[in-house]
């Protein structure tokens, strides 16, 4: 079982350095064409690569996010849980947010095709 998820965990680990590195292209090289991201700070979803990008560009543009996986779940039906810990300042570097959340990911033909945030467990004994 170890062994099955870790082409789809090196997939998220190159989302989340290529979101951290403000690169789009890269990381919209890993998701669908027809990707459903969350609008995180704003409610509700964008769709495709060129919605992601836009929200992204808006995003970047009010404040300064910092994802960082701190562990991987693989769930049922292609989905994985990252548990992570996210920084969010404003654009002169106060720290706005210092939390751990979940992203809840759905994987189609080895690329990510939605991205939900989600609550993470409570506590997670020999899960």
């Not at 062994?3 to 998701?31: K, V």
């Not at 300064?64 to 562990?71: C, F, K, L, Q, R």
Request: hydrophobic share 45%.
């Amino acid at each position: 079982m170890p062994d099955r998820p870790a082409p789809e965990i090196e997939l998220l680990r190159a989302a989340y350095a290529a979101f951290n590195a403000r690169d789009i292209d890269a990381a919209l090289a890993l998701m669908t064409p027809d990707v459903a991201w969350p609008k995180a700070f704003k409610g509700g979803f964008v769709r495709g690569p060129e919605e992601v990008r836009a929200y992204w560009t808006e995003q970047w543009s009010e404040i300064d996010p910092h994802v960082e996986p701190v562990a991987f779940h693989p769930e049922d039906a292609g989905q994985i849980l990252v548990e992570v810990h996210q920084v969010v300042r404003d654009l002169v570097g106060a720290v706005l947010a210092d939390e751990q959340v979940g992203h809840r990911f759905t994987i189609e033909h080895g690329l990510i095709q939605v991205m939900e945030v989600c609550s993470l467990p409570s506590s997670n004994p020999g899960a």
